[in-house]
C-alpha cells in the first residue's frame, strides 16, 4: 500500500477522532461567527457552536441544500472576505440557476491533497503519464485532477475534453499510463478506434 503522507493515512482510530472533533468544532465555531447564512441557518436549528460537544454532535447540525447555492448566487454563502478567494468555478445551470463554489488558497491546497492521496492509493506516481480529459472550464473535475497529478510527481497530460482522434494519439505517443475523465468519455475512446479504420496511424492494435 502506497501513501502520500503515511503518519496521517495510517493513525490510530483514537486520533483520528480526536483530529475530526476538533477539526468539526473548530469550522462550526468558525462558520457561525463568520458567516450570515450559516449563523441564521443554525438558529433556526436551534444549534449554537457549544452544543457541538463530540463528533456524534454533528447529527444536531441542519443539512444544506443545493438550492441554497441558487438561492445565495453568487457569493451570498461566502464566509471568508472575498479578497481571500483565489478562485471560482460554477455549474452548467442545466437543471436551474448555476451554482458558484468559491475557493481560497487553502482550499485548493485541501482539494490538491486529498486527491493526490486518492491517486497514490492506486499506485499511481512519478513514473505514471496522466492525461486529464475532463474540461478544464467552470467545471471542477480537469483542473482538480491536473494539481493533484502534478502534486504525486506525475507527468500531466491537459487534454481537456473532445477532439478525440487527437486524445488518442496523446495517449500512444506519450506513453499514457492513467487517464482521468467521466466513465461514458472513456468508453466513448475504447469504442472510436473500431469506428476510426484500421488507416490511421494512431489506431491502437
Not at 55 to 79: A, C, T, W
Not at 133 to 153: C, P, Q, W
Request: proline fraction near 5%.
Amino acid at each position: 500500500m502506497a501513501y502520500l503522507d503515511e503518519h496521517m493515512e495510517t493513525i490510530s482510530q483514537e486520533e483520528l477522532d480526536k483530529l475530526q472533533y476538533r477539526l468539526l468544532k473548530s469550522q462550526v465555531t468558525r462558520l457561525y461567527s463568520s458567516s450570515p447564512f450559516y449563523h441564521a441557518r443554525m438558529r433556526e436549528a436551534k444549534v449554537l457552536p457549544d452544543d457541538i460537544r463530540s463528533l456524534q454532535d454533528i447529527v444536531k447540525l441542519p443539512f444544506v441544500h443545493k438550492q441554497d447555492l441558487r438561492d445565495n448566487y453568487p457569493e451570498g454563502m461566502l464566509s471568508v472576505p472575498r479578497r481571500d478567494i483565489v478562485r471560482f468555478h460554477a455549474s452548467s445551470g442545466t437543471t436551474g440557476k448555476p451554482t458558484v463554489v468559491c475557493y481560497t488558497r487553502k482550499d485548493i491546497d485541501t482539494w490538491t491533497e486529498s486527491l493526490a492521496r486518492g491517486l497514490t492509493s492506486i499506485g499511481l506516481g512519478p513514473d505514471d503519464v496522466i492525461q486529464v480529459s475532463n474540461t478544464y472550464g467552470l467545471f471542477s473535475g480537469g483542473l482538480g485532477f491536473h494539481y493533484a497529478g502534478e502534486r504525486i510527481g506525475a507527468a500531466v497530460v491537459p487534454a481537456s475534453t473532445g477532439n478525440t482522434e487527437r486524445q488518442i494519439e496523446l495517449i500512444q505517443d506519450l506513453g499514457v499510463t492513467a487517464m482521468a475523465a467521466t466513465p461514458s468519455y472513456l468508453l466513448h475512446l475504447a469504442r472510436w478506434p473500431r469506428r476510426w479504420g484500421s488507416a490511421s496511424r494512431t489506431t491502437p492494435s
